[in-house]
């Protein structure tokens, strides 16, 4: 089957960096992206790797390893309107997209 | 600019009765265009993918379907509502298909 894994929760402190990792299964793969969810609102896309390395967008950054199927979201300089939930999702060749469970980033003060 | 609408915002509906959510982008031509649904504090299920007018692919077989009269409107509908219908619907477009999707602002439909 196809899957990714990716944290359930991961708490950290104002102003800090915070790494969230995704793993995936499928059986084919084109590129690894990430969204952010706040509550109540709908998925905001934030990056997209479809080669190895990484790409970076102001504060955030996200990283794949293509050869070890996984990938990563890195937040900086974390502010509280971070907290979300962040979805991982691989486009496996065709019109899907497989998306995590998403990662709840609860940040405090 | 590319804009997305998606209405209602909210909707209470009784078990049995009829659904129509209606989505259409605004800013592009020949948009890829999904249905989503999300049960709370999940994931994203995709229900429906449109690559062009009338063409409609099904992910999960139930009692919704989808239609796409226009090339920038999608349509998810019903004809008798389950309990299980209830969840957060969203619609999302896309320029390359799987990549990159802009999604509207979702519809929270609770079934009574």
């Known amino acids: 089957g196809q899957s990714l894994e990716q944290p359930s929760e991961v708490t950290a402190v104002e102003g800090a960096i915070v790494q969230i990792n995704c793993t995936y299964q499928t059986s084919g793969f084109y590129g690894l992206s990430w969204y952010q969810q706040h509550d109540g609102g709908a998925p905001t896309f934030l990056s997209y790797?479809?080669l190895d390395g990484l790409e970076e967008t102001g504060r955030f950054s996200s990283f794949l390893s293509r050869s070890d199927s996984y990938g990563y979201l890195l937040l900086q300089e974390l502010q509280m309107k971070d907290s979300a939930s962040y979805f991982c999702?691989?486009?496996?060749?065709?019109?899907?997209?497989?998306w995590g469970a998403g990662t709840k980033l609860i940040i405090k003060p | 600019s590319q804009t997305i609408h998606q209405w209602p915002a909210t909707l209470v509906q009784p078990v049995g009765s009829p659904l129509s959510l209606e989505c259409t982008v605004e800013g592009t031509s020949n948009p890829n265009l999904y249905w989503y649904r999300q049960a709370a504090g999940r994931g994203l299920q995709l229900l429906f993918y449109s690559v062009g007018i009338g063409q409609i692919s099904s992910e999960v077989p139930q009692n919704l379907s989808a239609s796409r009269p226009q090339d920038r409107q999608f349509i998810l509908s019903s004809k008798k509502l389950l309990l299980s219908d209830s969840g957060f619907y969203l619609c999302?477009?896309?320029?390359?298909?799987?990549?990159?999707?802009?999604f509207g602002s979702g519809t929270q439909l609770s079934v009574l």
């Open positions: 790797n479809g």
């Open positions: 999702a691989v486009t496996p060749g065709n019109y899907q997209l497989i």
């Open positions: 999302a477009w896309s320029v390359v298909s799987g990549e990159k999707l802009f």
